[in-house]
């Protein structure tokens, strides 16, 4: 069984910063892929930045040049800095991981989401 947990989130004022964490743990062999997404209301989840199964990243166009993912392979966490925060990040974001269990099964993974709200 593998849990993720995630926190950082919060309120932060227009023009702040936040540090989201992702942590995995359990019957992992191997970590593929780790990311963040975020899902507004009313609106559909979706990509805000992350690893690839390469080891390269990716943004949102929305987010490039203020979001920073980065990772801890022992720990097996991701993070998630933001900065230069707008109204319009404001969303439940969620950790995404792909993995390989210990019994060498295929899964990804979905933490349970934490929320961010910039407003003055």
């Known amino acids: 069984q593998v849990q993720l947990v995630e926190s950082g989130g919060g309120l932060v004022q227009p023009g702040g910063s936040l540090r989201l964490s992702c942590a995995a743990s359990?019957?992992?062999?191997?970590?593929?892929?780790m990311g963040w997404y975020r899902q507004a209301p009313g609106k559909q989840r979706e990509l805000v930045a992350t690893f690839t199964s390469g080891g390269s990243t990716d943004y949102a166009d929305s987010v490039k040049g203020r979001a920073t993912i980065s990772r801890d392979n022992a720990k097996n966490t991701v993070y998630l800095q933001m900065n230069s925060l707008k109204p319009e990040d404001t969303a439940v974001y969620y950790c995404?991981?792909?993995?390989?269990?210990?019994?060498?099964?295929?899964?990804?993974?979905w933490g349970q989401g934490t929320q961010v709200t910039v407003s003055s």
């Open positions: 995404n991981v792909d993995l390989i269990t210990s019994t060498f099964v295929s899964r990804k993974y």
């Open positions: 359990g019957s992992i062999n191997s970590i593929v892929a």
